[in-house]
């Protein structure tokens, strides 16, 4: 992948009462990520404890001139906030600073710019980044809207900046009557493959806790894996082969993330759709982060946010090979500690999943004529086959195994059970 000349970056945090330090500097570490995914190089981090945020400019008022020193000192691109900072606070650092300056969401927006690959991740992406610029269009020329009329705020200036509101606002209706339609086309998608009656599996996690190399390694694809934050963005789905020859269906799925910005978790909600359609939900934790625990909470609260308590979820511990010394397994949840990149522990993996499968089945014994070809053939691809056996003396093949509740054949086999 193309890398071009980084830009420099200077971050600043502002850590709050209720924020204990741990978790700030780990946010502020988090933020030092998102910048060198974004292709950025931080070359210097400004912090500030403060009782509440400066409702003018987000930091104090000494805070701003120290960064505006340092910004003529080390001449960064772009002064990047561990916030979302209100249309006024940007405004006004803009022209304190000199230069350009965006948020955490900002950021996070440009990312998923980068990242998106399919037709819907695009939408979905230029949708977020209309939402979040329309309040603050008035940046642009905040003395040209303002109300009012008076010397200096007449011509083209205001004219020019409802033409583009409503410009904007135009965009956002387009783009969400093709989502719609994106949507519809997905949905009938999923429809088909429930008709299918495949075992589907979701793959989630917070971003880069391996779960685009875990997808390859389990279906042998190709997908897009990099020690970078939201290394994927687009929903994969590929075929999944169990150790007893059954076929399940697995869906990689973007990266879960802290304080993301409520125009994304709105926006990309029918991106992880496909966790909501799913009969089993693997939780991918990175075990070498230190602040493991704090993205296992995000991960299971988001999962909350999108009403999927129902589906069972079973953690899958990665990186074992490089485990935090203070790593302690999550003890109400059915998990597995695993190297991705380990051949060996893959396998084990897969023994684990149709383990875990196997508990939203139901168990099947039947005995089956050996004209019942075709019958014989679905029990082998579209059923966990534990036991496949021909009696001669009955002339029939005795077989045992497991079954969706929601099949068609599972009928069939309870009045046939042996």
């Known amino acids: 992948m193309q890398r071009n000349i980084q830009e420099k970056v200077v971050i600043v945090g502002c850590q709050l009462p209720n924020v204990d330090d741990e978790r700030f500097s780990y946010s502020m570490e988090e933020l030092a990520s998102l910048v060198h995914t974004a292709n950025g190089e931080v070359v210097m981090e400004l912090t500030q404890k403060r009782e509440t945020i400066h409702p003018a ?58 990242r998106a690959r399919s037709k819907e991740g695009k939408l979905q992406v230029e949708l977020a980044q209309l939402q979040y610029i329309l309040p603050r269009l008035g940046g642009q020329g905040a003395q040209l809207s303002r109300l009012g009329a008076g010397i200096g705020t007449r011509g083209p200036g205001e004219t020019k900046l409802e033409t583009d509101r409503r410009h904007i606002r135009r965009r956002i209706d387009e783009i969400k009557e093709q989502l719609k339609s994106v949507v519809e086309h997905r949905e009938r998608y999923r429809e088909r493959r429930k008709k299918n009656h495949v075992f589907q599996i979701a793959l989630v996690g917070y971003t880069n806790a391996g779960k685009s190399t875990l997808f390859n390694r389990l279906t042998n694809a190709d997908s897009f894996e990099e020690n970078l934050l939201f290394a994927t963005l687009d929903p994969l789905t590929r075929k999944m082969a169990m150790p007893s020859g059954y076929t399940a269906l697995l869906t990689d799925t973007v990266g879960f993330i802290q304080d993301l910005p409520t125009t994304l978790v709105a926006a990309f909600r029918s991106t992880l759709e496909e966790v909501k359609e799913a009969d089993l939900i693997l939780h991918v934790v990175d075990s070498s982060n230190p602040d493991y625990i704090q993205h296992e909470e995000t991960v ?119």
Do not use: W
Request: aromatic share 8%; with cysteine.
């Open 300 to 418: 299971y609260n988001l999962l909350e946010e999108l009403e999927v308590s129902t589906i069972p979820v079973v953690a899958v511990y990665n990186k074992r090979d490089i485990v935090h010394p203070n790593f302690v397994p999550n003890p109400s949840v059915r998990a597995i500690s695993i190297s991705a990149l380990n051949e060996g522990d893959v396998q084990k993996l897969r023994q684990f999943i149709e383990e875990a499968m196997i508990e939203s089945m139901e168990a099947y014994t039947v005995a089956v004529p050996a004209y019942e070809g075709k019958l014989l053939a679905q029990l082998k691809a579209e059923t966990i086959l534990r036991h496949f056996h021909y009696n001669e003396q009955q002339g029939v093949y005795e077989c045992e195994g497991f079954i969706l509740p929601t099949h068609p054949l599972y009928p069939q086999l309870r009045t046939n059970q042996k």
């Open 57 to 114: 400019t987000y930091i104090g008022k000494g805070k701003v001139e120290e960064l505006s020193r340092l910004v003529e000192q080390l001449e960064p691109e772009v002064v990047i906030f561990n916030d979302e900072l209100s249309p006024s606070q940007n405004r006004n650092l803009s022209r304190l600073l000199g230069t350009r300056v965006i948020d955490r969401t900002q950021l996070i927006l440009d990312i998923f710019a980068q």
